[in-house]
């Protein structure tokens, strides 16, 4: 858990020190705590700047610590736990950190106008993340092997035993379907449905017009309805009739 700028720079060091990364370097690191340690000095701020604005801040101020202030509180914590969920724990740390050091070196690139502030820090996640592609890949295979090997579960073993290993065997079977996707159709996929971003929000983040996003949703949709356990269709359909009545 991400409880704000100094707890998460303290567990990103205090748990992993010394850590090698391959594209995070110690001195991008060292960089990214400083930004981020920067930002909670000004958290004091936080109470003067307000709420207002929070979704399209402003920020090319000259100052724009309280702003990152809030946008880390905002946003640090479900995006590192979607980042955890595509590539684990410990890279996910480092790619919070670099995310946030970007947007700060890239702040003056932002624009209001053309979308949220949360849709532009997932951009640079997702940006960031295809550099972490063959761990993502290894992770999903791994995860679908576990598919062949729960379906040797005995029909009489305890029912909460049995409905675990039902749920992991989905899961496994939904990781291999994942892993199939390109890397593009995936992303658009996950920051539907683990990120929580709607299709707009997913256009901005990857620079592509809404109605590809929709056009390719449907499509990945539908391949996974032919390809992934009836649960992960059923959820999925449910996802698309949701987003369809805010359309």
């Not at 995070?24 to 004091?44: P, Y």
């Not at 701020?45 to 905002?74: I, K, N, T, Y």
């Amino acid at each position: 858990m991400i409880a704000g700028p100094a707890a998460f720079v303290c567990g990103f060091t205090c748990a992993f020190p010394g850590r090698p990364t391959t594209k995070v370097g110690s001195d991008e690191r060292f960089e990214a705590h400083r930004a981020i340690a920067i930002v909670q000095v000004m958290k004091d701020d936080h109470e003067q700047a307000g709420s207002r604005g929070l979704d399209r801040p402003d920020l090319g101020g000259p100052d724009p610590a309280p702003v990152f202030g809030m946008l880390f509180d905002a946003h640090a914590a479900p995006l590192q736990r979607y980042l955890a969920r595509r590539v684990g724990t410990e890279t996910a740390h480092d790619l919070v950190a670099e995310t946030f050091l970007v947007a700060l070196r890239r702040r003056e690139t932002y624009r209001p106008e053309a979308g949220t502030a949360r849709a532009w820090l997932y951009g640079i996640a997702t940006n960031l993340l295809r550099h972490h592609v063959r761990t993502e890949m290894r992770a999903l295979n791994a995860t679908a092997r576990l598919a062949a090997a729960d379906q040797a579960v005995s029909a009489g073993h305890d029912g909460r035993v049995a409905e675990r290993v039902d749920a992991q065997s989905r899961a496994a079977q939904l990781a291999g379907a994942l892993a199939e996707l390109s890397v593009a159709d995936r992303d658009t996929l996950l920051l539907v449905s683990w990120a929580g971003l709607d299709p707009g929000e997913v256009a901005e983040a990857l620079g592509i017009p809404a109605g590809t996003v929709r056009s390719r949703l449907h499509r990945i949709r539908r391949w996974l309805r032919a390809n992934a356990p009836e649960s992960t269709k059923d959820g999925s359909s449910k996802k698309e009739e949701g987003e369809s009545a805010r359309r």
